[in-house]
């Protein structure tokens, strides 16, 4: 019940949240057939989130179950929202024996028609890697096809979710279904092997993760590519303010950028550390960033005008969400240290606060507005959406006014040369 009601908030979260969502190989996507959505886990709980908001059918997950017993209301309340414990290693060897039924319950979901989302690396990582994949994903699916005698398609869904910038409002963030793996491929080993089958299948559907994420070889090269990534995104930044994108090249780009860099020899990586080093420490110097450097114009008369005319509505917008949105900035700062959870919990902050925020303005409403009382969380609505748009224009009018200082102090030039010879060492087909 909870889980159907907060599908469509969320959606509507994301929009206030992120600047674009890019969501490509949606024809991979079963329409019927038994599902499990896998995905890599570079945050606490966003992934999860993000892909179960966006599906038409239902989604099941897992979650450590040592999260269940902190609250006697904490089990109703997972499950509502189709969230099933699993035991893990770390909390002892003896109720990793009650995993057997936590496995028939995901069966079951499954047989239901429902869709099931693992994260098979079990912990989460920020880091452009996958860490080793645990095998109870494709048990699962495994067990499921012989519930069947391997006649019916279980199906697992590859699934990439690539952030720009995990801890950065308005950030952009990419989705890939990839092309889906069948357990019937696996029957005859199954049947004469179940343990290699089940690791054949878990590296498989590994392999196929990797190809929709970004994945850095080397730890030494994550400084290089996440400075060459933002070169690039400029370069690639879209004009207008279309939320959903479903090309699947701004993905295949950053890809691009980091497969070249993980075959690049020594010397060339050295060449362009040195270059996007002095460059971005120019940036600092000027307390710019690298979105001004490519514009070559100024503001227009219309992004003039039409900035002054969104400035009432989006004061107006920042006053209507002053207290929801400062009680979740503080609740974030005090309460979370790990990356992982800054951007899902910042999420349920937002949500938490901003529903109470709206009940209580209904509540004290109804004494002035009577049966025009439903008009109160539209006109909020619409107030926060003018105050996002303004965000984002006001974002692209910047840009414009600091190439404008920046001619006048004969900075340009310097910044445009710098940069240019980081492109010229990057393919061109990037």
Known sequence: MIYQILRLPLRILFFFYYRRIYWSGQQNIPEKEITLLVSNHSTAFMEQILVAALQRRSVFFWAGAGSFD???????????????????????????????????????????????????????????????????TARLALMTAAHHNFEKDVFILPTGVNFTYNKKYRSEVMIQFGEKLNALNYKELYL???????????????????????????????????????????????????????????????KNIVFFINGANENLKNRLKVLS????????????????????????????????????????????????????????????????????????YSFINWSVYLLLIIYFSTFFLNRYIYLVPLLFFMLSFFNTIS???????????????????????????????IIKLLPEKL
């Open 391 to 421: 965000i984002d224009f006001n974002f692209l009018l910047k840009i414009r006014f600091h190439y404008f200082n920046l001619f006048k102090k004969k900075k340009l030039e310097s910044l445009r040369s710098k940069r240019n010879e």
């Open 70 to 136: 902190r609250n006697k209301f904490f089990p109703f309340l997972f499950r509502q929202m189709h969230v099933l414990p699993v035991w893990r290693k770390e909390e002892g060897f003896k109720k990793i024996a009650k995993n057997k039924q936590v496995f028939l319950d995901a069966q079951r979901t499954l047989l239901d028609g429902h869709m099931f989302f693992i994260t098979p690396e079990g912990k989460s990582s920020s880091e452009k890697r996958l860490m080793n994949f645990k095998t109870g």
């Open 277 to 348: 080093d002095d460059y971005f420490k120019l940036l600092d110097e000027l307390q710019l960033k690298d979105e001004v450097v490519p514009v070559e114009r100024s503001p227009s008369f219309f992004s003039l005008a039409f900035f002054i005319f969104l400035l009432p509505f989006s004061f107006m917008g920042r006053l209507a969400g002053f207290l929801p949105n400062m009680l979740s900035r503080v609740l974030r700062k005090k309460t979370i240290n790990n990356m992982q959870f800054w951007s899902p919990m910042t999420l349920v």
């Open 192 to 254: 004469q092997d179940e343990r290699e089958a089940v690791r054949k299948f878990t590296a498989d559907i590994k392999d196929a993760v990797a190809r929709n994420v970004l994945l850095i070889d080397r730890v030494e090269d994550d400084d290089l590519i996440e400075k060459l990534l933002i070169v690039k995104r400029t370069d690639h930044f879209p004009d207008d303010f279309s939320y959903f994108n479903k090309d699947s090249s701004r993905l295949n780009m950053e």
